[in-house]
Structure formats: structure tokens, C-alpha cells
């Protein structure tokens, strides 16, 4: 369970690190995570939410201390104009591709390496179908997968629909989805399932934020009792073990430590599973 491959054949780590909201802890907190023994980062060329460029300040000690670029995961995104503030990477008057090419540049400056792991456009432009500018980022990234600067490209905050009609339209279809995770819509089930069915790897973030209700159930409560682990740990658990790649944006290194031996620890029954999955229902 520790290697997910994607429907091109290109392996990934089971959880990934997420560096949202770690402001001007960032690097030390991407130090940290490796240390602990991730070795997949998220990131986004966002200045509201994301501290890329402490991303690679992190990347660089630890290239000191012998961690190597191709041992490491990294992700990003390219993020369009309503999801920034002022402070875009790229020139705000450029047309889409444009955009997209200086976002892409200005984040291997960032992250001081010549390739991505993974570029994920942050969401399509609104949350009812896909408009030319989507097509347009789109057609912008797929350019960088052909020329082998990221090794794969995809998609977050999307709707199953906008989901289908991407994968019916595009030449090089998403090779993963990030998506926040509600337990009341069956975890995201409609886009699971889209992306059980086309080969496409689910990452799955706000797992513990967006579910609070879930992590406060007493049969969670009983299910963790049962495992010998914390209900955290067997909500990421139970998103491994339905075939999700979850992120966790933890602060605190032994929450590091705890998130990763679900990969290893204990394993949730069908029952267990069953339970969880139709908890919110
Ligand atoms: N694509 C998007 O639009 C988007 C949006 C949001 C997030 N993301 C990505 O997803 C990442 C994760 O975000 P998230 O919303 O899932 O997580 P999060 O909100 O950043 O943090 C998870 C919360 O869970 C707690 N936690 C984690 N492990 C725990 C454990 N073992 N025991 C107790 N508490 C634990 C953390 O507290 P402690 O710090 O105390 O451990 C934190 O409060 C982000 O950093 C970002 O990379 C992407």
C-alpha cells in the first residue's frame, strides 16, 4: 500500500504532505515531514494559501543533508487569476497559455528542480461545466506531460460531471484528482467513481477538517479501540483501504508519525469499511 501507479505508469507515494496554511513555517515543517519519512509534497504557486518558494528553501537543506530530487514527489499547481491576489506568478494581461507557462517556470525556480512529479490545475474556472479558458489551461499543461516536464497533470476542486466531460474531450486525460472530501457526500463518491473507472488516482484532502462530525462517532470511536489506533488514523485508514491517496496538512510531528503507520499498523474489516463509508449518510 505504500506506491499507487497511474493509469501511464508512473508510481507515487500512498500519502502525501500538503503545505497549505504553514505561512513562514513552511520549510521547516517540509524539513520536518521528510524527516518524519514522507517523501510526496503539495504545493500551489498561490501566495494566499501556499508558501512555494519555502518549499524549495526546505528541498535545498535537504538536498544538503543527501535527500535526493528523485527520491521526492513534488506537486504543484497552476492557479488562475480568481484564485489569486495581487501577487500572481505570472503576468495577469498574458493570455491563458501564457499564464500557465510562467506559473510553471516560476515553480521550478521555486522548487529548484527542471521537472514536476505532478502539475494540477487548482479548478476549472466555475463550478458548472468547463468553459474555453479551462480547455485552454488544459491544453497548456498537457504540452509540459509531452515534453516530459511534469510526469503527470491533473485536476482539482472538480465536479463528476466536469470530471466525465474532461476525460471524454482531452488527449492526455487527468492522471490524478484532488479533491476535498465530504463524508456526507459519501467521500466524494461520484468523482471516485469516475475516477475508479478511467485509471485516474483520487487524492482526497480536509479528510479530518471537512468531517469533524464523523471524527466525534461513537462507532469510529469503537472501530479505533478495536485497531489499537486514533479515530485520525483510521479515517486516513479507511481512505487508503477504499483506494484513495489522502493528504494531511499536520503541524505537529508526532501527528507525522501517527498518519504514516496507518500505511503499516492495522487494517480496517469490509464491516469497518461499510460503517464508515455510509456513516453520513
Ligand atoms: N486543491 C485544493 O484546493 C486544496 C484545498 C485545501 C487543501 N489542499 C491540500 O491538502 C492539504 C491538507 O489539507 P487538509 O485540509 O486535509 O488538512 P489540514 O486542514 O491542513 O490539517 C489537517 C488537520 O488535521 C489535524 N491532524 C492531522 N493529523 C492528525 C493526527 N494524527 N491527529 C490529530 N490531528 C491531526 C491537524 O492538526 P495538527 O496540525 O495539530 O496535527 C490539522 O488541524 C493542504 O495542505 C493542501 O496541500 C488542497
Known amino acids: 500500500m505504500n506506491r499507487l501507479v497511474t493509469y501511464n505508469d508512473v508510481a507515487m507515494p500512498a500519502f502525501i504532505y500538503g503545505t497549505a496554511w504553514k505561512k513562514d513555517q513552511t520549510a521547516r515543517l517540509v524539513e520536518l515531514a521528510v524527516d518524519s519519512g514522507f517523501t510526496a509534497i503539495d504545493t500551489a504557486n ?10 524549495g528553501e526546505a528541498l535545498l537543506a535537504l ?12 506537486q504543484t499547481k497552476f492557479t ?3 484564485g489569486q491576489d495581487h501577487r500572481t506568478p ?22 529548484h528542480t527542471d521537472y514536476l512529479d505532478s502539475y494540477v490545475l487548482h479548478g476549472p474556472h466555475s463550478r458548472w ?14 504540452e509540459y506531460y509531452q515534453a516530459g516536464t511534469t510526469k503527470m497533470i491533473g485536476i482539482s476542486n472538480v465536479q463528476a460531471n466536469q470530471l466525465q466531460e474532461l476525460c471524454e474531450k482531452v488527449s492526455v486525460k487527468p492522471m490524478v484528482v484532488q479533491n476535498r ?13 469516475i475516477c475508479k473507472a478511467q485509471g485516474i488516482i483520487y487524492q482526497g484532502f480536509s479528510l479530518l477538517t471537512a468531517n469533524q462530525d464523523v471524527l466525534r462517532d461513537p462507532q469510529v470511536w469503537e472501530i479505533a479501540k478495536r ?8 479515517i486516513f485508514r479507511f481512505a487508503l483501504q477504499i483506494g484513495m491517496l489522502p493528504l494531511t496538512g499536520t503541524t505537529n510531528e508526532q501527528h507525522m508519525k501517527d498518519d504514516l503507520a ?3 499498523q492495522f487494517e480496517l474489516s469490509q464491516d469497518d469499511l461499510q460503517t464508515i463509508e455510509t456513516l453520513a449518510l
Not at 46 to 55: G, K, P, R, S, T
Not at 129 to 142: F, I, V
Open 129 to 142: 461545466g468547463l468553459s474555453q479558458a479551462d480547455w485552454d489551461m488544459w491544453a497548456a499543461m498537457e
Open 80 to 82: 488562475s487569476v480568481s
Open 46 to 55: 498561490q501566495l494566499i494559501h501556499y508558501q512555494e518558494a519555502l518549499v
Open 90 to 111: 505570472y503576468d495577469q494581461s498574458a493570455d491563458l497559455p501564457t499564464q500557465v507557462q510562467q506559473s510553471f517556470e516560476s515553480s521550478l525556480k521555486h522548487l
Open 262 to 264: 496507518v500505511l503499516t
Open 63 to 74: 538536498a544538503k543533508k543527501g535527500v535526493k530530487r528523485e527520491s521526492l514527489f513534488l
Open 181 to 193: 472530501c465530504y463524508a456526507v457526500m459519501g467521500w466524494d463518491k461520484e468523482v471516485r467513481e
Open 227 to 234: 485497531v489499537g489506533a486514533n479515530p485520525f488514523q483510521v
